[in-house]
């Protein structure tokens, strides 16, 4: 059971725009701490896609956006492509736990 | 470029003992925290360990602490990721990472290594 709760899948067609949803606590998110989101394309590392809940990595399509509401981050993703098939994770830290924490993993089918 | 590159992993008995290497190029090394995260297989991203970059700090998770020690040797541009008392739950991919400095609230890791698979089993 991760601490910040992400859905196991999405899916969208090309062209489409999708959001992937991490809902924490008042123990990390709701405790001010920011929220990174990754990419892991299949059989790779995990890349930096998101941190500090809006700002991308220089080479990060704009494509690519976040924003915070409460205790929970949200990834959308528009005008999808197939090249964007892959896991995203979410990250923060908590408190409770002192500790570095990150979400399930979210599994984007791009149909 | 930034580069990092894992070694080190490969098939331990529980109770087993195996030391992680990472090769760090690109970048002054001393400059940077370094991370240790792992990825069981088919499973999410697991923090594991951090030291900063001087070497004077560490931290853990509490499910390695007590059988794992990060250290560092800047001089030659390595991490290092010492692991005792394996056990089965410990089988997971192991990445190295370096932290992102515009993640002032937060850690981020902003560069990761290929990684390097960590199997324990009799």
């Known amino acids: 059971q991760s601490v910040l709760t992400q859905p196991p899948s999405v899916s969208g067609a090309p062209g489409q725009r999708v959001t992937i949803s991490c809902t924490g606590s008042?123990?990390?998110?709701?405790?001010?701490?920011?929220v990174h989101w990754y990419q892991q394309l299949p059989g790779t590392a995990p890349k930096l896609l998101i941190f500090?809940?809006?700002n991308r990595p220089s080479g990060v399509p704009d494509r690519f956006s976040g924003s915070k509401s409460g205790t929970s981050a949200s990834l959308a993703i528009s005008g999808l492509q197939a090249e964007d098939e892959a896991d995203y994770h979410c990250?923060?830290?908590?408190?409770?736990?002192?500790?570095?924490?990150f979400g399930g993993g979210t599994k984007l089918t791009v149909l | 470029q930034v580069q990092l590159v894992e070694s080190g992993g490969g098939l331990v008995k529980p109770g087993g003992s195996l030391r992680l290497s990472c090769a760090a190029s690109?970048?002054?090394?001393?400059?940077?925290?370094m991370t240790w995260i792992r990825q069981a297989p088919g499973k999410g991203l697991e923090w594991v360990s951090y030291?900063?970059?001087?070497?004077?700090?560490?931290n853990y998770a509490d499910s390695v602490k007590g059988r794992f020690i990060i250290s560092r040797d800047n001089a030659k541009n390595l991490v290092y990721l010492q692991m005792d008392s394996l056990r089965a739950e410990d089988t997971a991919m192991y990445y190295c990472?370096?932290?992102?400095?515009?993640?002032?609230?937060?850690?981020?890791?902003?560069?990761w290594g290929q990684g390097t698979l960590v199997t324990v089993s009799s």
């Open positions: 030291i900063t970059n001087s070497g004077n700090s560490m």
């Open positions: 990472t370096r932290e992102g400095r515009d993640c002032i609230n937060t850690s981020c890791y902003e560069s």
């Open positions: 500090g809940y809006t």
């Open positions: 690109g970048f002054r090394l001393s400059d940077y925290y």
């Open positions: 990250q923060s830290y908590d408190t409770r736990l002192s500790a570095w924490v």
């Open positions: 008042s123990s990390n998110i709701g405790a001010g701490y920011h």
